[in-house]
Protein backbone atom coordinates (compact mmCIF):
# COMPACT_ATOMS: atom_id res chain seq x y z
CA UNK A 1 0.00 0.00 0.00
CA UNK A 2 1.12 3.25 -0.96
CA UNK A 3 1.38 6.60 -0.19
CA UNK A 4 -0.29 6.33 3.50
CA UNK A 5 1.53 9.08 4.67
CA UNK A 6 0.11 11.38 2.32
CA UNK A 7 -3.74 10.28 3.78
CA UNK A 8 -5.51 13.09 5.69
CA UNK A 9 -6.68 12.74 8.57
CA UNK A 10 -10.36 12.83 9.00
CA UNK A 11 -13.03 12.88 12.04
CA UNK A 12 -13.79 8.90 13.00
CA UNK A 13 -17.31 7.63 12.84
CA UNK A 14 -18.33 9.91 9.95
CA UNK A 15 -21.39 8.07 8.48
CA UNK A 16 -22.30 7.20 5.32
CA UNK A 17 -25.85 5.94 3.64
CA UNK A 18 -25.73 3.13 1.96
CA UNK A 19 -27.79 2.23 -1.29
CA UNK A 20 -31.03 0.56 0.63
CA UNK A 21 -30.98 4.20 2.91
CA UNK A 22 -29.31 2.22 6.54
CA UNK A 23 -26.98 4.27 7.82
CA UNK A 24 -24.11 2.60 7.93
CA UNK A 25 -20.35 3.53 9.05
CA UNK A 26 -17.75 3.40 7.91
CA UNK A 27 -14.60 2.85 9.01
CA UNK A 28 -12.15 5.69 9.51
CA UNK A 29 -9.84 3.71 6.93
CA UNK A 30 -12.30 4.16 4.31
CA UNK A 31 -13.21 7.29 5.00
CA UNK A 32 -9.77 8.22 4.90
CA UNK A 33 -9.63 6.64 1.02
CA UNK A 34 -12.23 8.44 -0.34
CA UNK A 35 -11.07 11.76 1.03
CA UNK A 36 -7.77 10.95 -1.62
CA UNK A 37 -9.32 9.77 -4.15
CA UNK A 38 -11.44 13.03 -4.18
CA UNK A 39 -8.57 15.25 -3.75
CA UNK A 40 -6.69 13.14 -6.30
CA UNK A 41 -9.56 12.35 -8.77
CA UNK A 42 -8.96 10.30 -11.74
CA UNK A 43 -10.60 6.19 -13.14
CA UNK A 44 -11.17 4.82 -9.78
CA UNK A 45 -11.35 0.33 -10.15
CA UNK A 46 -12.91 -1.25 -7.49
CA UNK A 47 -11.82 -5.04 -6.74
CA UNK A 48 -13.14 -7.21 -4.09
CA UNK A 49 -14.93 -10.88 -4.00
CA UNK A 50 -18.54 -11.14 -2.97
CA UNK A 51 -20.38 -8.96 -0.79
CA UNK A 52 -16.62 -7.02 0.08
CA UNK A 53 -18.65 -3.47 0.19
CA UNK A 54 -17.73 -2.54 -3.38
CA UNK A 55 -20.90 -1.27 -4.48
CA UNK A 56 -21.66 0.79 -1.28
CA UNK A 57 -17.92 2.55 -1.51
CA UNK A 58 -18.30 2.95 -5.30
CA UNK A 59 -21.74 5.13 -5.09
CA UNK A 60 -20.60 7.18 -1.91
CA UNK A 61 -17.12 7.86 -3.09
CA UNK A 62 -19.46 9.12 -6.66
CA UNK A 63 -22.12 11.26 -4.14
CA UNK A 64 -18.67 13.16 -2.40
CA UNK A 65 -17.33 13.58 -5.40
CA UNK A 66 -20.68 15.43 -6.77
CA UNK A 67 -20.96 17.22 -3.70
CA UNK A 68 -17.26 18.35 -4.42
CA UNK A 69 -17.74 19.29 -7.24
CA UNK A 70 -16.41 16.86 -9.79
CA UNK A 71 -17.75 15.87 -12.80
CA UNK A 72 -18.16 12.12 -11.87
CA UNK A 73 -19.12 8.61 -13.79
CA UNK A 74 -20.19 5.29 -12.20
CA UNK A 75 -19.17 2.55 -15.01
CA UNK A 76 -21.13 -0.52 -13.52
CA UNK A 77 -18.68 -3.41 -14.31
CA UNK A 78 -20.62 -6.25 -12.81
CA UNK A 79 -23.18 -8.52 -15.04
CA UNK A 80 -25.02 -10.04 -12.28
CA UNK A 81 -25.68 -7.76 -9.75
CA UNK A 82 -25.95 -4.70 -11.56
CA UNK A 83 -26.34 -1.10 -10.38
CA UNK A 84 -26.71 0.71 -13.64
CA UNK A 85 -28.72 -0.90 -16.96
CA UNK A 86 -30.38 -5.11 -16.81
CA UNK A 87 -28.36 -8.08 -15.82
CA UNK A 88 -25.93 -8.94 -18.85
CA UNK A 89 -24.93 -5.65 -19.84
CA UNK A 90 -22.02 -3.15 -18.42
CA UNK A 91 -23.79 0.02 -17.73
CA UNK A 92 -22.38 3.86 -17.59
CA UNK A 93 -23.81 6.75 -15.76
CA UNK A 94 -23.13 10.13 -15.32
CA UNK A 95 -23.89 11.37 -12.06
CA UNK A 96 -24.57 14.61 -10.82
CA UNK A 97 -26.72 16.74 -7.84
CA UNK A 98 -30.18 16.04 -9.02
CA UNK A 99 -29.17 12.36 -9.29
CA UNK A 100 -30.91 9.80 -6.30
CA UNK A 101 -28.73 7.56 -5.42
CA UNK A 102 -30.85 4.39 -5.14
CA UNK A 103 -31.35 1.50 -7.12
CA UNK A 104 -34.00 2.36 -8.74
CA UNK A 105 -32.60 6.46 -9.31
CA UNK A 106 -29.52 4.78 -10.78
CA UNK A 107 -31.24 1.90 -12.67
CA UNK A 108 -31.50 3.61 -15.89
CA UNK A 109 -28.01 3.83 -17.92
CA UNK A 110 -26.52 6.84 -19.93
CA UNK A 111 -24.44 4.25 -21.65
CA UNK A 112 -24.60 0.69 -22.44
CA UNK A 113 -22.74 -2.84 -23.11
CA UNK A 114 -23.67 -6.22 -23.87
CA UNK A 115 -22.78 -8.61 -22.26
CA UNK A 116 -25.27 -11.10 -23.03
CA UNK A 117 -24.13 -13.56 -19.59
CA UNK A 118 -24.26 -13.56 -16.37
CA UNK A 119 -21.32 -15.97 -16.04
CA UNK A 120 -18.33 -13.57 -16.24
CA UNK A 121 -16.14 -16.41 -16.44
CA UNK A 122 -16.90 -17.41 -19.80
CA UNK A 123 -17.70 -13.58 -21.34
CA UNK A 124 -14.36 -11.83 -20.89
CA UNK A 125 -14.19 -10.94 -24.07
CA UNK A 126 -17.31 -8.56 -24.10
CA UNK A 127 -16.98 -8.11 -20.22
CA UNK A 128 -13.26 -6.20 -20.86
CA UNK A 129 -14.06 -4.57 -23.98
CA UNK A 130 -17.42 -3.10 -23.23
CA UNK A 131 -16.22 -2.03 -19.39
CA UNK A 132 -13.39 0.25 -21.86
CA UNK A 133 -16.07 1.43 -24.13
CA UNK A 134 -17.99 2.67 -21.43
CA UNK A 135 -14.68 3.91 -19.54
CA UNK A 136 -13.69 5.84 -22.86
CA UNK A 137 -17.03 7.18 -23.12
CA UNK A 138 -16.67 9.11 -19.42
CA UNK A 139 -13.33 10.09 -20.43
CA UNK A 140 -14.60 11.64 -23.43
CA UNK A 141 -17.30 13.49 -21.41
CA UNK A 142 -14.76 14.94 -19.56
CA UNK A 143 -15.38 13.40 -15.95
CA UNK A 144 -12.73 13.72 -13.77
CA UNK A 145 -13.76 11.13 -11.56
CA UNK A 146 -15.01 7.42 -12.88
CA UNK A 147 -15.74 5.11 -10.22
CA UNK A 148 -15.15 1.55 -12.03
CA UNK A 149 -17.56 -1.28 -10.13
CA UNK A 150 -16.21 -4.56 -11.21
CA UNK A 151 -17.84 -8.29 -10.52
CA UNK A 152 -16.79 -10.68 -7.88
CA UNK A 153 -14.67 -12.90 -10.03
CA UNK A 154 -11.53 -12.10 -8.23
CA UNK A 155 -9.70 -15.92 -8.12
CA UNK A 156 -8.47 -18.15 -10.33
CA UNK A 157 -7.44 -17.59 -13.93
CA UNK A 158 -9.98 -16.12 -14.97
CA UNK A 159 -10.74 -13.73 -12.18
CA UNK A 160 -6.37 -12.97 -12.15
CA UNK A 161 -6.82 -13.09 -16.38
CA UNK A 162 -10.27 -10.70 -15.96
CA UNK A 163 -8.35 -8.20 -13.94
CA UNK A 164 -4.96 -8.49 -15.87
CA UNK A 165 -6.63 -7.05 -18.65
CA UNK A 166 -9.22 -4.89 -17.55
CA UNK A 167 -6.36 -3.17 -15.90
CA UNK A 168 -4.05 -3.10 -18.82
CA UNK A 169 -6.60 -1.46 -20.97
CA UNK A 170 -8.02 0.65 -18.86
CA UNK A 171 -4.86 2.43 -16.93
CA UNK A 172 -6.96 3.18 -13.93
CA UNK A 173 -5.42 6.39 -11.13
CA UNK A 174 -6.19 4.17 -8.22
CA UNK A 175 -7.33 0.45 -7.57
CA UNK A 176 -8.98 0.14 -4.01
CA UNK A 177 -9.04 -3.42 -3.18
CA UNK A 178 -11.47 -4.58 -0.01
CA UNK A 179 -9.87 -7.58 1.32
CA UNK A 180 -11.42 -10.10 4.02
CA UNK A 181 -8.50 -13.14 4.39
CA UNK A 182 -6.20 -13.41 1.38
CA UNK A 183 -8.50 -13.70 -0.92
CA UNK A 184 -7.54 -10.55 -3.30
CA UNK A 185 -3.64 -11.41 -2.86
CA UNK A 186 -3.23 -12.26 -6.64
CA UNK A 187 -5.31 -9.67 -8.61
CA UNK A 188 -3.76 -6.68 -5.38
CA UNK A 189 -0.39 -8.21 -6.85
CA UNK A 190 -0.49 -7.78 -10.46
CA UNK A 191 -2.31 -4.74 -9.98
CA UNK A 192 0.89 -3.50 -7.99
CA UNK A 193 3.50 -4.76 -10.24
CA UNK A 194 1.94 -4.21 -13.70
CA UNK A 195 0.14 -1.12 -13.57
CA UNK A 196 1.10 2.39 -12.44
CA UNK A 197 -1.89 2.50 -10.35
CA UNK A 198 -1.87 3.33 -6.72
CA UNK A 199 -3.14 0.42 -4.58
CA UNK A 200 -5.54 0.87 -1.86
CA UNK A 201 -6.07 -2.15 -0.01
CA UNK A 202 -8.81 -1.57 2.96
CA UNK A 203 -10.52 -4.39 4.98
CA UNK A 204 -14.02 -5.34 4.06
CA UNK A 205 -16.04 -3.61 7.13
CA UNK A 206 -17.09 -5.93 9.68
CA UNK A 207 -20.81 -4.33 8.84
CA UNK A 208 -21.07 -6.06 5.41
CA UNK A 209 -24.03 -8.55 5.26
CA UNK A 210 -23.46 -11.66 2.77
CA UNK A 211 -26.73 -11.89 0.82
CA UNK A 212 -28.06 -15.61 0.62
CA UNK A 213 -28.49 -16.87 -3.11
CA UNK A 214 -32.64 -16.11 -3.04
CA UNK A 215 -31.59 -12.39 -2.22
CA UNK A 216 -29.24 -12.42 -5.26
CA UNK A 217 -31.62 -14.14 -7.45
CA UNK A 218 -34.87 -12.12 -6.56
CA UNK A 219 -32.96 -8.89 -7.19
CA UNK A 220 -31.22 -9.82 -10.43
CA UNK A 221 -34.88 -11.21 -11.17
CA UNK A 222 -36.51 -7.72 -10.18
CA UNK A 223 -33.58 -5.66 -12.09
CA UNK A 224 -34.26 -7.22 -15.47
CA UNK A 225 -38.39 -7.49 -14.64
CA UNK A 226 -37.89 -3.41 -14.19
CA UNK A 227 -36.10 -3.37 -17.57
CA UNK A 228 -38.87 -4.81 -19.27
CA UNK A 229 -41.87 -3.13 -17.51
CA UNK A 230 -42.41 0.18 -19.06
CA UNK A 231 -43.14 0.75 -22.91
CA UNK A 232 -42.24 -2.78 -24.05
CA UNK A 233 -43.25 -3.94 -27.29
CA UNK A 234 -42.71 -6.91 -29.78
CA UNK A 235 -40.74 -6.15 -33.20
CA UNK A 236 -40.53 -8.46 -36.08
CA UNK A 237 -36.78 -9.85 -36.69
CA UNK A 238 -35.29 -10.68 -39.40
CA UNK A 239 -33.16 -13.51 -39.15
CA UNK A 240 -30.07 -11.43 -41.09
CA UNK A 241 -29.21 -8.91 -38.51
CA UNK A 242 -27.41 -10.97 -35.79
CA UNK A 243 -23.81 -11.27 -34.51
CA UNK A 244 -22.76 -14.02 -34.82
CA UNK A 245 -24.32 -14.65 -38.04
CA UNK A 246 -27.14 -17.56 -38.41
CA UNK A 247 -25.89 -20.73 -40.10
CA UNK A 248 -27.80 -21.66 -43.40
CA UNK A 249 -31.21 -23.49 -42.25
CA UNK A 250 -31.14 -22.54 -39.23
CA UNK A 251 -33.68 -23.52 -36.72
CA UNK A 252 -34.89 -20.31 -35.58
CA UNK A 253 -37.29 -21.80 -32.49
CA UNK A 254 -33.60 -22.52 -31.28
CA UNK A 255 -33.37 -18.80 -30.72
CA UNK A 256 -37.01 -18.76 -28.28
CA UNK A 257 -36.04 -16.98 -24.97
CA UNK A 258 -32.82 -15.68 -25.72
CA UNK A 259 -30.87 -12.43 -24.61
CA UNK A 260 -30.14 -9.96 -27.48
CA UNK A 261 -28.11 -6.78 -27.37
CA UNK A 262 -29.47 -4.14 -29.52
CA UNK A 263 -26.68 -2.19 -30.88
CA UNK A 264 -27.05 1.04 -32.93
CA UNK A 265 -24.01 0.10 -35.94
CA UNK A 266 -21.91 2.72 -34.60
CA UNK A 267 -20.36 0.92 -31.55
CA UNK A 268 -22.85 1.60 -29.30
CA UNK A 269 -25.31 -0.97 -27.14
CA UNK A 270 -28.68 0.73 -27.11
CA UNK A 271 -30.88 -1.69 -25.66
CA UNK A 272 -31.60 -5.26 -24.98
CA UNK A 273 -34.30 -7.48 -26.14
CA UNK A 274 -35.72 -10.80 -25.37
CA UNK A 275 -36.37 -13.03 -28.62
CA UNK A 276 -39.45 -14.89 -29.17
CA UNK A 277 -39.98 -17.55 -31.98
CA UNK A 278 -43.85 -17.46 -33.62
CA UNK A 279 -44.18 -21.35 -34.69
CA UNK A 280 -46.92 -20.42 -36.44
CA UNK A 281 -45.57 -17.72 -38.17
CA UNK A 282 -42.29 -19.34 -38.05
CA UNK A 283 -40.64 -16.25 -37.36
CA UNK A 284 -38.99 -14.51 -34.81
CA UNK A 285 -39.99 -11.24 -32.37
CA UNK A 286 -38.20 -9.33 -30.43
CA UNK A 287 -39.43 -7.96 -26.93
CA UNK A 288 -38.06 -4.76 -26.07
CA UNK A 289 -38.40 -1.28 -24.59
CA UNK A 290 -36.18 0.03 -27.13
CA UNK A 291 -38.00 0.64 -30.42
CA UNK A 292 -35.55 3.23 -32.04
CA UNK A 293 -31.80 3.54 -33.90
CA UNK A 294 -31.12 -0.19 -33.90
CA UNK A 295 -29.36 -1.84 -37.24
CA UNK A 296 -28.35 -5.29 -35.57
CA UNK A 297 -28.71 -7.56 -32.75
CA UNK A 298 -26.21 -9.33 -31.03
CA UNK A 299 -26.77 -12.63 -29.67
CA UNK A 300 -26.69 -13.67 -25.93
CA UNK A 301 -25.81 -16.58 -24.41
CA UNK A 302 -28.80 -16.70 -21.93
CA UNK A 303 -32.56 -17.59 -21.94
CA UNK A 304 -35.02 -15.58 -20.29
CA UNK A 305 -38.13 -14.64 -19.97
CA UNK A 306 -38.86 -10.74 -19.28
CA UNK A 307 -40.04 -11.25 -15.68
CA UNK A 308 -36.76 -11.83 -14.95
CA UNK A 309 -35.98 -15.19 -14.72
CA UNK A 310 -33.13 -17.11 -16.29
CA UNK A 311 -34.12 -20.14 -18.08
CA UNK A 312 -30.95 -21.47 -18.63
CA UNK A 313 -26.81 -20.54 -20.28
CA UNK A 314 -26.31 -21.33 -24.03
CA UNK A 315 -23.27 -22.18 -25.67
CA UNK A 316 -23.40 -20.62 -29.46
CA UNK A 317 -20.81 -23.15 -30.75
CA UNK A 318 -23.29 -26.09 -29.60
CA UNK A 319 -26.74 -24.10 -30.91
CA UNK A 320 -24.67 -23.48 -34.24
CA UNK A 321 -23.48 -26.80 -34.15
CA UNK A 322 -19.98 -25.31 -35.06
CA UNK A 323 -16.70 -24.87 -33.54
N1 LIG B 1 -19.53 -0.02 5.28
C1 LIG B 1 -20.67 -0.67 5.38
N2 LIG B 1 -21.39 -0.66 6.53
C2 LIG B 1 -22.53 -1.35 6.64
N3 LIG B 1 -23.09 -2.09 5.66
C3 LIG B 1 -22.44 -2.14 4.50
C4 LIG B 1 -21.19 -1.44 4.29
N4 LIG B 1 -20.77 -1.71 3.02
C5 LIG B 1 -21.70 -2.52 2.49
N5 LIG B 1 -22.69 -2.77 3.35
C6 LIG B 1 -23.86 -3.64 3.12
O1 LIG B 1 -23.35 -4.95 2.80
C7 LIG B 1 -24.05 -5.52 1.70
C8 LIG B 1 -23.09 -5.82 0.55
O2 LIG B 1 -22.49 -4.60 0.12
P1 LIG B 1 -22.24 -4.26 -1.41
O3 LIG B 1 -23.42 -4.56 -2.23
O4 LIG B 1 -21.70 -2.88 -1.44
O5 LIG B 1 -21.07 -5.31 -1.71
P2 LIG B 1 -20.51 -5.75 -3.13
O6 LIG B 1 -19.09 -6.15 -2.92
O7 LIG B 1 -20.76 -4.69 -4.13
O8 LIG B 1 -21.41 -7.03 -3.42
P3 LIG B 1 -21.54 -7.85 -4.80
O9 LIG B 1 -20.53 -8.94 -4.71
O10 LIG B 1 -22.95 -8.34 -4.79
O11 LIG B 1 -21.27 -6.88 -5.93
C9 LIG B 1 -25.13 -4.49 1.31
O12 LIG B 1 -26.33 -4.89 1.93
C10 LIG B 1 -24.64 -3.18 1.89
O13 LIG B 1 -25.71 -2.34 2.25
MG1 LIG C 1 -21.62 -4.85 -6.07
Same mark, same amino acid.
Given at each position: ?????????????????????????????????????????????????????????????????????????? %? *? =????? +??? @?????? /? #?? !? %? *? =????? +??? @?????? /? #?? !? %???????????????????? %?????????????????????????????????????????????????????????????????????????????????????????????????????????????????????????????????????????????????????????????????????????????????????????????
Amino acid at each position: MQSHQEVKTVPSGAVFCCRDKKRIHMKSEMERAVDRLIENPGAVFLMGALDSGKTTFGLELAKRAVAAGLRTAI %V *D =ADVVQ +STI @GPPTTT /G #LR !F %V *D =AATEF +SPE @GLRVAD /G #LG !F %VGSMIPKGHLLPLITSTMKL %VNQARARGCDLIVIDSSSLVSGIYGQTLKYFKLDLISPDFVVAFERGGELEPVVGLAQRFTAAEVIELEVAPEVRSRSVDERMQSREEAFAAYFAHGSSRWRVKPTVFMPTLPPEFDLALLDELVVGMEDGDGHCVGIGVLEYDSGEDILRMISPVSEGVRGLRLGSIRMDISGRAKGPVDLRQLFGTA
